[in-house]
Structures are given as C-alpha cells and as structure tokens.
C-alpha cells in the first residue's frame, strides 16, 4: 500500500511539472525610457552649425545620425531597393528608435529654416511642405512618448513641449496667428517648468528658447489685434492657454518632481561642511535637505529672472519651513538619543553628529535669511530712491533684522571656529549698521532734526570704514564693497548739505521772531498796513497808541540882538512922574468921600428897620 502512495505522489508531481513547463511564461516587466530631448538637440544645434546659423550642415548632421542610427539597431529602408520602415510602438525596444523619429523631425526642420534664407519665392511652398512633415515627426515621437507609458514623465513632458513648439514654428511659418500663438503659449509654459529642474548650464539654453518664442508670440499678437476677429481669439488665448496647458499636464508635473525628489532622496545621505562629513540616517531630515535642494533652485532661478518679488519671497518662507523641518526631526531624534541613561559610545557619536548637523541646518537656515534680508534692503533702498512709497524707516526696521540674524548665526559653535566664516557674518552685521544708521539719520534729517542726524551721519562713516577694513579682506563680497564707497560718498555730500540746511533754519528762524518780536513792540496805530497776529491787542490794555504822546522836534524862531542899545542917551522923564504922582493923590481923596458916602446911606436904611419891631 506504502508503494501504491509512493507512485501516486510521484505521479502528481510529475504531472505539476508538466504543467508548470506548459504554462506560458510571466511577462517581462516593461522598459522606461528616458530621452532627454531639448538638451539633445541644443547641444547638437550648437555644435553643428547653429551657432552661425549655418542650417544646411545641422541638416547634414542629422542625416549622418540618422543614418549611424539605423545602422546601429539593423533597421535599414532596405539594402538594394528602398524599403520604407516606420518606428511603431512594437518596435520601440530601445530609446535610440525614439531618437530616430527626433532626428527626423530635426531634419525637415531644418531644411525648411534653410529654404526660409533662400531668395527664390517658390521656396516658400517647398518650406511649408517641410515644416509639415517635421509636424508629422514630432506627432508621432509625442504619441511613442506619451500615449503608451514607455517613457518616463519628463520625457513625456519634453516631449509635449517640442510637439507644440513645432506646431507652433509650423503655424508661424503659414501665418496662422492664432494657432501659432496659441502652441507656442504652451511650450513656453512647460519649458519654464522644465528650467526649474535642471542645472545652470542647461537653464541658460532654456532661457534662449524661451526668449525666442516670446518674440514670436509678440509678433503674432501684433497681428491678431489688427482685425476684430483677432482681438476675439487673442483675448480668449490670453485668458487661457497658460492655465489650460498646466491642468492639463499638471499630473504629468507632479509625477516628474517627484521623480526629481527621489533622486536627490537617494544621493543626499551626507553632508560635507567646514571640513566635516556627517552622514543623514533620519529620513524626515533627508526629506527636508531634498526640498530644501529643489527650492534652491527655483530660487536662484528666480533671482537671475526678473520676477514678481513677492513670489521670490514666498520660496524663501518655504524654503525656511523646510529647514525648520530638519531642524524638528534632528532635535527629536537628539532628545531621544539623550534620554538614554547610559549611553554607548556609538549612541554618544551619533549625538555628536546629530548636533553637528543641527548646526549645519541653523547655519543654512540664517544663511538664507541673510540672502533674503539683503535682497529686501536693496528693494527698499531702490523704491526710497525712486521716489515711491518705501520710507527710511522700512530700512531701517530690515537692516535690525539683518543685524539680528548675522548675530545669531556668529554665535552657532562651528562657525565661532571658522574664522574666515565668523569675519564674513561680522563684516555682514556692520554693514547693516551702517545702513540703520544711516538710513535713521535721514529720518532725522526729514524731521528737520540736524543736530541728532549730523551725529547719526558720523557714526554712519565709523561703522562703514570698519565695514570695509573687514570685507576687502574676504572674497565674494564685491557688491557690498562697490555699495559701501557709494555711500561714504553720499554721506560727506549729506553732511554738507545738512550744515547748510541747519544754518539756513536758524536764520530764518531768527529773523522771523525779530520780526515778530518788532512787529508786537509798535502799537497798533503805527503799524495798521501790517498784519500781525498778536494775541496782546485783545487785551483790556492793548497797546493802541503811544501815551502821553512823545515830543516833536520842531524848527526854533530867529533871535535877534540889538548891540546898539548900550550906546544911546535917552531924555529925562522925571518931570511925567512927578505930574502922575499928583494926580494919584487926587484920584485916592475922592475915592475915600464915596466910600464914606456910600456908608451913610446904609445906615439910614438900618434905622427903618425898628418899624418892623425887634426881638
């Protein structure tokens, strides 16, 4: 019976491995590609004429890689007779067919922008027919590339933006304002996202390509608002082509950042700073260094670009948010570790490393936030200068920041031990102050107070010539050097002027309380053509007129002096005094007769009286 089991069990599993070997195999897993398409051919175009715009050779350039090309992969138009063979998506087994349809496309490009320098008018219908067909290329490398997954998203994306900038190149060369206008529209989005991913070096061939569609894209709005229809189509293009394009492809955008994140996920797991190599184990702190990268980045992007300085200041707080980031997970990893109650030798390393990296993040983050205070100052400065809103207080209120920033950072244990580091941060803080004091001192100046900023104006010049003894001493600071002689020579010119403008003040004040004090002294009667406000003339003893009134000089009358009298002999006249003295005598008898006359007649009348009776 044992034997009976034994067959059985062999038998079953002969029959298994029947069926295993008869099962169809798993499939394997599909390739991603990955094409970089714009710094291709930029790098191609550069090297092979284009930068003398010599067309004909990139053409033959891109009929020679077509040809290495196929030879390469044994995809060859027939041996002896030719034998058209298209790239389909089952054949696609490697990038370099993908790279065959991209050189196509280069090819009837560029013979068209060849045809386009020709003189012969017929031309122009052999050059339509090329930009087709490099249209017709670049549909089918955009349907390989995106329709079926084979390749990664920014090879979807590159290839998105090279299908709409042909298209649009193609619409521009038959005078199709609008769909020229809005293809290139397109591209000039995603190329402008595309920037943000890459290198300076490839940012720069960006930037090119972009310059040149936003050309076009002028030159086709000039055309379209020449007639009403196009007013129509361009003010519905404006509306919405960049937002149409980027929902559209939004996904496609995310995917490719994330792709980016992981790849800087992977190579940041350490970090080199003043000599000194600390490995990153927490994941959430090599997360935050990964964001901390891209918004780098984006912000020196931005900052080269002339773009809205709000949005610039927007990506430093994210920026910074990430750095508190690192900063939260080292500190907690750092507290657990220093929770330990006796610690290993290995746990007391990694402290050591967590609290060196610590310091690498509050030395990146103040880093940042100088660059930012810095760019803020000199924003400022231009609007006071400019005669706009901005007041010296505003830099004034930056420059405390920036002083406050340097501060701390000086203060963080690698940099105190870093001396050319420390000098720079230091050298940093005083040019600060000396543009608080400064820019305080123009505060003082616009409140006509020049004692206090003649003394601000001085302290200025102290703190720029230390400034300046310490930055000339480093490297990479030339612009705060330049800024700093500017303004020792604006300060001596600041001084001047506000010595005049202080002399001038108090002459003027003076004669206006002269003239005051003159003016309130005359009394009113002599002063009725001038107005002054004196409070004193409503005043019970207001002063009207002067009282008693003052003397007048006035002309004397002639004296004359009659030098003659003392010699003349006058006659005798005594015989008149003694004829006047006989008449007196005469005139005094017959006045005491009336008088006594006069008595008489008074007494008679008392003596009636009696008739009357008496008391």
């Known amino acids: 019976m044992s034997e009976d089991v034994v067959d059985d069990a062999g038998a079953a599993t002969e029959e298994t491995q029947e069926e295993a070997a008869s099962a169809p195999a798993p499939a394997p897993e599909p390739k991603i590609f990955s094409l970089p398409i714009f710094p291709m051919i930029s790098t191609a175009q550069r090297q092979h004429g284009l930068r003398h715009n010599d067309y004909q050779r990139y053409r033959q350039y891109c009929a020679r890689r077509l040809s290495r090309l196929r030879h390469s992969l044994h995809f060859m138009n027939g041996k002896q007779r030719f034998v058209k063979k298209e790239v389909a998506l089952e054949k696609v087994t ?34 339509r027919s090329r930009m087709r067909k490099a249209v017709k290329h670049a549909t089918l490398l955009h349907n390989l590339c995106c329709a079926h997954g084979i390749c990664d998203a920014r090879t979807e994306l590159e290839a998105t933006a090279y299908f709409e900038w042909i298209q649009g190149v193609a619409g521009f060369e038959e005078e199709d304002w609008q769909s020229a206008m809005l293809h290139l529209q397109k591209a000039d989005a995603l190329y402008e996202k595309l920037m943000t991913l890459c290198g300076k070096e490839q940012q720069e061939l960006y930037e090119q390509r972009l310059t040149d569609m936003r050309a076009s894209v002028k030159f086709c709005v000039y055309n379209l608002s020449s007639s009403e229809e196009g007013m129509k189509a ?41 000599g000194s190599k600390v490995p990153i184990k927490n994941a959430q702190a090599r997360e935050a260094f990964s964001n901390a990268r891209l918004k780098e980045q984006e912000i020196a992007h931005m900052r080269t670009s002339s773009q809205d300085p709000s949005e610039l200041y927007k990506r430093y707080d994210e920026l910074l948010l990430f750095f508190n980031d690192g900063l939260i997970a080292t500190n907690e990893e750092l507290n657990t570790l220093s929770a330990e109650r006796n610690p290993s030798q290995k746990t007391e390393a990694q402290m050591v490393n967590l609290k060196f990296l610590r310091d690498y993040l ?99 010049m102290e703190h720029a010539q230390m400034a300046l003894t310490q930055l ?38 003076k004669e206006s309380k002269d003239g005051q004090t003159g003016a309130a002294a005359k009394p ?26 003052e003397f007048q000089t006035i002309p004397c009358k002639p004296l004359f002096f009659d030098l003659a009298n003392n010699y003349l002999e006058f006659p005798d006249l005594t015989p008149r005094f003694e004829t006047n003295k006989s008449l007196a005598a005469n005139a005094a008898t017959a006045g005491a007769s009336a008088v006594s006359a006069v008595k008489g007649a008074l007494g008679k009348l008392a003596g009636f009286g009696g008739f009357w009776g008496s008391k």
């Open 94 to 127: 490697d990038a370099r067919y993908l790279e065959i349809v991209l050189m196509d496309t280069e090819r009837a490009w560029s013979y068209a922008m060849q045809l386009k320098e020709m003189t012969n008018p017929r031309q122009k219908f052999h050059l």
């Open 234 to 274: 361009l003010a519905k293009l404006q509306q919405d082509a960049r937002a149409g394009t980027l929902d559209l492809l939004s996904s496609k955008l995310d995917s490719v950042l994330a792709e980016a994140k992981q790849k800087q996920l992977d190579t940041v797991s350490e970090i080199n700073w003043l």
């Open 472 to 509: 000339r001493s480093l490297q990479g600071v030339k612009e705060q050097v330049d800024d700093l002689d500017k303004l020792l020579f604006r300060i001596k010119g600041q001084k001047i002027s506000l010595h005049a403008a202080h002399i001038l003040a108090e002459s003027e004040d």
């Open 524 to 549: 009113l009667s002599e002063r009725l053509n001038t107005y002054s406000a004196d409070p004193a003339l409503t005043a019970p003893d207001a002063k009207l007129v002067v009282m008693p009134p």
């Open 362 to 460: 509050k030395f990146m983050r103040g880093s940042h936030m100088t660059d930012r205070s810095l760019h803020m100052i000199q924003r400022t400065r231009q609007q006071i200068d400019n005669g706009k809103l901005a007041k010296p207080d505003d830099v004034v209120r930056l420059c405390d920041n920036l002083i406050q920033i340097c501060s701390e950072v000086v203060d963080i244990e690698p940099v105190k031990d870093n001396e050319p580091l420390s000098k720079q941060y230091a050298a940093t803080a005083l040019y600060g102050k000396t543009l608080r004091c400064f820019y305080l001192a123009e505060s003082f100046r616009l409140s006509s107070k020049f004692r206090e900023a003649l003394a601000l104006y001085d302290r200025s």
